[in-house]
């Protein structure tokens, strides 16, 4: 083998190896600056986690106050929902919400579900809404979130016990209004829960339809 072969595959030898080397120490370097410090990539401790508070308030209600979030329908497409305490009580996802108006009663004391039902004001028979309302028991919370029509059907009657509930606004709902509000039996005061937006083709956020209307809040134990 001549001596020049040999100095030639040194030579190769050399820089492979110094390659290999480059090559070990970027990589590791690479790797040190993509892995987080330990304190930063561990699991938060239980302490600081922050708790979600009920129905995704952005925060808690205080101590003898009941959380609720109450979402109107989207035009005539998407239902309405309901949370109340945590709780889904009406939602297109539990398929207990329809067209027209969606009423939940609750008792205001516990802040258990009595019941709930869903009224179709544009073709349903107005009667069977008459004797919901008229039935509810004192110290209840009323509920209701609107959807597609809470209008067509409404008459004085129905006005007169909506507005005894503390609605500001049923005397007026109409023709695909979009409509949410709390009340509660023989609420002697108009109720600070309630939004409305009437159905006006100018402002309309749907064609057809206003937007839909998020109430939520904090409602005080035993409203009355
Ligand atoms: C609400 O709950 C209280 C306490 O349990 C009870 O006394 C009352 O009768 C309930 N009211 C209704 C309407 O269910």
């Given at each position: 083998m001549r001596a020049s072969v040999v100095v030639r595959l040194l030579v190769l030898l050399f820089a492979l190896v110094t390659t290999c080397m480059f090559l070990r120490t970027y990589i590791s370097v690479r790797m040190k600056t993509i892995r987080l410090p330990p304190w930063l990539g561990a699991a938060p401790t239980p302490a600081i986690q922050t708790k979600q508070s009920k129905c995704s308030l952005s925060k808690p209600c205080p101590a003898s106050y009941f959380a609720f979030k109450i979402c109107s329908g989207a035009a005539n497409v998407v239902g309405p929902s309901m949370c109340f305490e945590n709780k889904v009580i009406m939602s297109p996802v539990k398929n207990n919400v329809g067209r027209g108006l969606n009423i939940a009663l609750v008792n205001?004391?516990?802040?258990?579900?009595?019941k709930h039902s869903s009224f179709d004001?544009?073709?349903?028979?107005i009667n069977l809404l008459i004797k919901f309302l008229k039935e509810i028991p004192e110290g209840t919370l009323v509920l209701v979130a609107s959807y597609d029509?809470?209008?067509?059907?409404?008459n004085d009657e129905t006005r007169n016990l909506f507005s005894n509930l503390g609605s500001s606004y049923a005397a007026k709902l109409g023709f695909r209004d979009s409509w949410v509000f709390i009340g509660a039996k023989n609420l002697k005061s108009k109720t600070p829960f309630e939004q409305y937006l009437k159905n006006n083709p100018e402002t309309n956020k749907y064609e057809g339809w206003p937007e839909l209307l998020e109430l939520e809040g904090c409602v005080p134990q035993r409203m009355l």
């Open positions: 205001g004391s516990t802040g258990m579900m009595l004001m544009y073709s349903g028979d029509d809470p209008g067509t059907k409404m």
